[in-house]
């Protein structure tokens, strides 16, 4: 058997950044070959991830991209279980290597993420990345969210929280004036706020039926033996607050909450000659599905 001395383990260490003791078990078993004990360690790595898998990710961070012309833009999201390994740079790395491809690539999820391959030139997916940096780092750790817009007649805007916990992407379509690029940045910080209420959709006309139907049952509640006239203009008032709350055109917005986000649309529509129109919005939060 090759003898094991502290200079094969800290050069392993060094090139897989594994645990020192995990690093001699993997020299041991593979008889003082280099190659094979990082073969060994990316395995028993991967093995580790697969036990991990199911731990929740409460935490991580997004980071988003945009290009210099404003038409393509990509938001992601990366989890983790704890803050600590957040912070790590290992992480870190990891963050801004996969939204880097997700801004090069068409990618709409993060299944579609995981299987392009890392740009290290070693072949490997990102999928085989991360399960390997969980089996080194010890914690479950993966994308968990990928918003990718490009716009032919529009610009693309994002905004993530100084903190990194929570983020927005939005599409405006119908100009490319650096007004709407501007009114794209207001709305992303809008939507990623939350306020009144994280937006279910751009416009009542896109809120889940089935969501409308138990606004309905619950804004009849109490009303048993009124007049029929006026328990739909009870129902039609709380409806009306309600698509308030969760429409993102009929929401206040956050700066300035006399003017409703379609306002700003009209107004900034008026300002660069042009009808505007939001094509789409992501919100990402960590810790969030």
Known sequence: MAEINAKMVNDLRARTNAPMMDCKRALVDAQGDQEKA???LRERGAATADKKLSNEMKEGLIAGKISADG???????????????????AFLKLLADVTNLAFENTVNTPAELAALKYPDGTGRTVETVIKELVGTIKENMGVTGVARYQAATGRVEKYVHHNSKVGALVQIDGSTE???????????MHIAAGVPQVPLAIDRTGVDPAIVAREKAAAATGTEGKPPQIVEKIIAGKLEKYFQDVALVDQPFIKEEKKRIRDLLAETGKAVGGTLKIARFARFKVGEI
Request: hydrophobic letters at 50%; aromatic letters at 4%.
């Open 38 to 40: 990082a073969d060994l």
């Open 178 to 188: 650096d007004a709407v690029k501007v009114l794209a940045g207001e709305l992303s």
């Open 71 to 89: 038409k393509l833009g990509v938001l992601v999201r990366v989890g983790c279980q704890t803050d600590f390994v957040a912070r790590n740079d």
